[in-house]
């Protein structure tokens, strides 16, 4: 019996408030089983709503560090240094890529270089604001941030803007469709959507980077 190609990892990230989670929620419902999203494992407890497995692997501080001592992750890091951990499952990964099927792993620019080191074929794709300005805008425009949340999400954000030069591809986000549109017609390119299936609709698991 011919063995199944592996899939592909693909990797996005993006500054917080560049809309990077809303835009792969609509990418998702396009991409039916031809992208699997990795359900990251948390430190933090569920939100009303939340669905453990489904949303996130919601792990006490013990167990992550436990698991993180015994290399579990393929990268792992602390948000915003609120305490709480978030992190990629080496098993989450390997089921979908072993079946054939990509991964899409929203993750921060220093996770993205933490699994290009295990992966160094990845696809790496950064959504962008366009410019600081704008990112800044979008979050004052929120009107769920205090400032100094919106002035450490900023830094943040200047960081990695700086080196988005290492990923791949760059999606500048001006509209939400058209951001869609540029992402499949880089996976398409790439030979990873070759059968969409977008009778399928799929639920996008938050994270704290959005």
Same mark, same amino acid.
């Given at each position: 019996?011919?063995?199944?190609?592996?899939?592909?990892? $693909?990797?996005?990230?993006?500054?917080?408030?560049?809309?990077?989670?809303?835009?792969?929620?609509?990418?998702?419902?396009?991409? #039916?089983?031809?992208?699997?999203?990795?359900?990251?494992?948390?430190?933090?407890?569920?939100?009303?709503?939340?669905?453990? #497995?489904?949303?996130? &692997?919601?792990?006490?501080?013990?167990? &992550?560090?436990?698991?993180?001592?015994?290399?579990?992750?393929?990268?792992?890091?602390? $948000? &915003?240094? %609120?305490?709480?951990?978030?992190?990629?499952? /080496?098993?989450?990964?390997?089921?979908? *890529?072993?079946?054939? /099927?990509?991964?899409?792993?929203?993750?921060?620019?220093?996770?993205?270089?933490? $699994?290009?080191?295990? &992966?160094?074929?990845?696809?790496?794709?950064?959504?962008?604001?366009?410019? *600081?300005?704008?990112?800044?805008?979008?979050?004052?425009?929120?009107?769920?941030?205090? +400032?100094?949340?919106?002035?450490?999400?900023?830094?943040?954000?200047?960081? +990695?803007?700086?080196?988005?030069?290492?990923?791949?591809?760059? $999606?500048?986000? %001006?509209?939400?469709?058209?951001?869609?549109?540029?992402?499949? #017609?880089?996976? /398409?390119?790439? #030979?990873?959507?070759?059968?969409?299936?977008?009778?399928?609709? /799929? +639920?996008?698991?938050?994270?704290?980077?959005?």
């Amino acid at each position: 019996m011919e063995k199944k190609a592996q899939g592909k990892i $693909v990797i996005v990230s993006g500054p917080s408030g560049a809309g990077k989670t809303t835009v792969l929620a609509r990418l998702l419902e396009k991409c #039916g089983q031809s992208l699997e999203l990795s359900i990251s494992a948390t430190t933090r407890l569920p939100r009303p709503g939340e669905i453990p #497995g489904k949303n996130y &692997f919601f792990l006490s501080p013990e167990e &992550f560090q436990k698991r993180k001592e015994n290399d579990d992750f393929l990268e792992a890091f602390e $948000v &915003f240094g %609120k305490g709480y951990w978030y992190g990629t499952l /080496k098993s989450e990964v390997s089921k979908h *890529l072993d079946l054939g /099927k990509s991964v899409l792993l929203e993750i921060d620019v220093a996770g993205m270089q933490e $699994v290009i080191q295990k &992966f160094p074929n990845a696809i790496t794709i950064f959504i962008s604001p366009g410019t *600081l300005e704008e990112l800044e805008y979008r979050l004052r425009n929120r009107g769920t941030e205090t +400032e100094q949340s919106i002035q450490r999400r900023l830094e943040v954000a200047r960081r +990695e803007m700086e080196l988005s030069n290492r990923y791949q591809h760059i $999606v500048v986000n %001006k509209t939400i469709e058209g951001s869609v549109e540029q992402l499949l #017609g880089i996976l /398409k390119n790439l #030979g990873i959507l070759k059968n969409l299936d977008n009778s399928k609709n /799929k +639920e996008k698991v938050g994270t704290d980077e959005e």
